[in-house]
Protein backbone atom coordinates (compact mmCIF):
# COMPACT_ATOMS: atom_id res chain seq x y z
CA UNK A 1 0.00 0.00 0.00
CA UNK A 2 2.83 2.42 0.81
CA UNK A 3 4.30 1.93 -3.19
CA UNK A 4 0.91 2.94 -4.20
CA UNK A 5 0.32 5.68 -2.11
CA UNK A 6 3.86 7.04 -3.09
CA UNK A 7 2.63 6.49 -6.90
CA UNK A 8 -0.29 8.22 -6.40
CA UNK A 9 1.55 11.32 -4.38
CA UNK A 10 4.08 11.98 -6.74
CA UNK A 11 2.02 11.53 -9.54
CA UNK A 12 -0.97 13.96 -8.67
CA UNK A 13 -3.51 11.40 -8.01
CA UNK A 14 -2.76 11.76 -12.16
CA UNK A 15 -2.05 7.35 -12.45
CA UNK A 16 -5.04 4.59 -11.95
CA UNK A 17 -3.58 2.55 -9.68
CA UNK A 18 -5.25 -0.77 -8.99
CA UNK A 19 -3.78 -2.83 -5.31
CA UNK A 20 -4.93 -6.84 -5.47
CA UNK A 21 -5.20 -8.76 -2.39
CA UNK A 22 -5.79 -12.38 -2.05
CA UNK A 23 -7.87 -11.40 1.31
CA UNK A 24 -10.86 -10.48 2.15
CA UNK A 25 -10.89 -6.47 3.12
CA UNK A 26 -11.23 -7.36 6.84
CA UNK A 27 -7.81 -9.54 6.62
CA UNK A 28 -6.38 -7.01 4.15
CA UNK A 29 -2.09 -7.82 4.76
CA UNK A 30 -2.46 -11.33 6.05
CA UNK A 31 0.72 -13.46 5.01
CA UNK A 32 -0.47 -16.66 6.21
CA UNK A 33 -3.07 -19.30 7.29
CA UNK A 34 -1.51 -18.07 10.59
CA UNK A 35 -1.47 -15.12 10.47
CA UNK A 36 0.49 -11.85 10.60
CA UNK A 37 4.26 -13.33 11.39
CA UNK A 38 6.30 -10.68 10.08
CA UNK A 39 6.58 -6.97 9.73
CA UNK A 40 5.84 -5.71 13.21
CA UNK A 41 8.49 -3.31 13.49
CA UNK A 42 9.73 -0.15 11.36
CA UNK A 43 12.60 2.14 12.14
CA UNK A 44 11.98 6.00 12.91
CA UNK A 45 13.67 6.79 9.90
CA UNK A 46 11.04 4.87 7.64
CA UNK A 47 8.00 6.44 9.47
CA UNK A 48 9.69 10.09 9.33
CA UNK A 49 10.22 9.76 5.36
CA UNK A 50 6.80 8.65 4.75
CA UNK A 51 5.57 11.52 7.08
CA UNK A 52 7.73 14.24 5.44
CA UNK A 53 7.66 13.38 1.64
CA UNK A 54 4.05 11.50 1.03
CA UNK A 55 1.95 12.70 3.88
CA UNK A 56 1.51 9.63 5.97
CA UNK A 57 1.22 9.65 9.61
CA UNK A 58 1.41 6.51 11.82
CA UNK A 59 0.65 6.81 15.46
CA UNK A 60 -1.20 5.20 17.92
CA UNK A 61 -2.61 2.57 17.65
CA UNK A 62 -0.92 1.31 14.40
CA UNK A 63 2.54 1.98 15.99
CA UNK A 64 2.04 0.51 19.67
CA UNK A 65 5.23 1.52 21.40
CA UNK A 66 8.52 3.08 20.71
CA UNK A 67 12.02 0.53 20.17
CA UNK A 68 15.89 1.56 20.38
CA UNK A 69 16.41 -2.21 18.57
CA UNK A 70 14.56 -5.61 17.74
CA UNK A 71 15.83 -9.08 17.56
CA UNK A 72 14.92 -10.90 14.21
CA UNK A 73 14.64 -14.68 14.52
CA UNK A 74 14.39 -17.02 11.66
CA UNK A 75 10.94 -18.95 11.78
CA UNK A 76 12.89 -22.05 12.86
CA UNK A 77 14.38 -19.82 15.92
CA UNK A 78 17.51 -20.83 15.58
CA UNK A 79 19.20 -17.62 13.86
CA UNK A 80 19.04 -14.21 15.17
CA UNK A 81 20.15 -11.21 13.89
CA UNK A 82 19.52 -7.54 15.87
CA UNK A 83 19.02 -4.06 14.84
CA UNK A 84 19.62 -1.62 16.47
CA UNK A 85 18.60 2.44 16.23
CA UNK A 86 15.20 4.05 17.06
CA UNK A 87 11.69 2.18 16.00
CA UNK A 88 8.26 1.46 16.61
CA UNK A 89 6.53 -1.90 16.81
CA UNK A 90 3.40 -1.98 14.94
CA UNK A 91 -0.06 -3.31 15.18
CA UNK A 92 -0.28 -5.79 12.38
CA UNK A 93 -3.72 -5.84 12.45
CA UNK A 94 -4.51 -2.49 12.61
CA UNK A 95 -1.85 -0.77 10.00
CA UNK A 96 -3.52 -2.72 6.92
CA UNK A 97 -7.04 -0.99 7.93
CA UNK A 98 -4.76 2.49 7.86
CA UNK A 99 -2.82 2.02 4.80
CA UNK A 100 -6.50 0.65 3.02
CA UNK A 101 -8.09 3.70 4.41
CA UNK A 102 -5.17 5.96 2.99
CA UNK A 103 -4.78 4.27 -0.24
CA UNK A 104 -8.97 4.80 -0.65
CA UNK A 105 -8.37 8.47 -0.25
CA UNK A 106 -6.24 9.03 -2.64
CA UNK A 107 -8.49 7.11 -5.45
CA UNK A 108 -6.56 4.09 -5.15
CA UNK A 109 -8.72 0.90 -6.37
CA UNK A 110 -8.76 -2.49 -4.44
CA UNK A 111 -9.41 -5.43 -5.44
CA UNK A 112 -10.02 -8.39 -2.35
CA UNK A 113 -9.77 -12.35 -2.74
CA UNK A 114 -7.79 -12.39 -5.92
CA UNK A 115 -4.56 -14.02 -6.44
CA UNK A 116 -2.68 -13.73 -8.98
CA UNK A 117 -0.66 -16.52 -10.62
CA UNK A 118 0.85 -15.10 -13.96
CA UNK A 119 1.07 -12.02 -15.72
CA UNK A 120 0.93 -11.58 -19.07
CA UNK A 121 2.63 -8.50 -20.36
CA UNK A 122 1.14 -7.11 -23.91
Not at 40 to 68: C, F, L
Not at 88 to 99: C, W
Amino acid sequence: MIVASSASHYSKQSLKILVIDRNASPQLGKKTISGWVCGDAVGKNSVDYMTSRIGIKWQHPVVEHPVKGVIAFSPDHETSISFDGEGYILNRKVLPQKQLNDALNVGIEIKYNLALRNLIVD
